[in-house]
């Protein structure tokens, strides 16, 4: 029977990232559900708009969500009662442009004034197959590395490959802020863009001889 050892690699690569991911949310509160309907609809479609003026393409924008919903509170002796009407809907925004992200969130800041939440912002790559290719190879690296140091302890070499398995991993959102209300028109806040990275992680089994 053959010998074998297998062993994971794992490596990241960093680069500039291109895309910001915005998550907008509308929410409005009014007397009637009509009210508030209505109302949100009106934001988002101001929000929407104040995006596309910033150079956002009807691409990168998407709808997500749609809630419509009672604020209801207990009241002594007669239960619950409803005290408003609320309703809300997140908005999914690709900026492609680094240099034009924090013009475009102020602008839409103030285009949805205290109706306005932003949810979480997130940087990454538009193509990322560059800086994952990168991954990938400091992986299968840092896997014969660890293999041949093993294989040395076990007084062996490195044979041929029997299989690879590999996966790439990705970053967490970075969040922003849960809410941020504004009726006034909104300073822009800087967005830096820092590096976002990408890891690999490659599984590789080879025989000892």
């Not at 929410?27 to 559900?33: D, G, H, L, S």
């Not at 708009?49 to 709808?63: H, I, K, N």
């Not at 009726?183 to 967005?191: D, G, Q, R, Y």
Request: charged residues 20%; hydrophobic residues 45%.
């Amino acid at each position: 029977m053959k010998r074998t050892i297998t062993v994971t690699g794992i490596a990241s690569a960093k680069a500039v990232p291109d895309l910001v991911t915005l998550t907008l949310g509308v929410e409005t509160r009014r007397a009637t559900a009509a009210e508030a309907y209505d109302d949100a609809g009106k934001a988002a479609n101001a929000v929407a708009a104040s995006l596309r003026d910033a150079g956002v393409s009807d691409g990168d924008l998407r709808t997500s969500g749609l809630n419509l919903r009672a604020d209801l509170v207990w009241v002594e002796g007669q239960g619950q009662k409803v005290t408003a009407y609320v309703a809300s809907t997140n908005l999914q925004v690709g900026i492609r442009s680094q240099s034009d992200a924090s013009a475009a969130i102020a602008a839409a800041v103030t285009a949805g004034g205290d109706d306005i939440r932003i949810n979480g912002i997130e940087q990454g790559f538009a193509n990322s197959s560059t800086v994952t290719a990168q991954a990938q190879e400091a992986a299968w690296r840092d896997a014969v590395a660890r293999a041949e140091h093993y294989a040395s302890l076990a007084s062996a070499t490195l044979g041929q490959v029997v299989s690879i398995a590999q996966e790439s991993l990705g970053g967490a959102p970075v969040p922003m802020g849960s809410m941020v209300r504004a009726s006034f028109s909104a300073e822009a806040m800087p967005v830096e863009a820092g590096e976002s990275s990408v890891t690999a992680s490659i599984t590789v089994k080879w025989e000892l001889v």
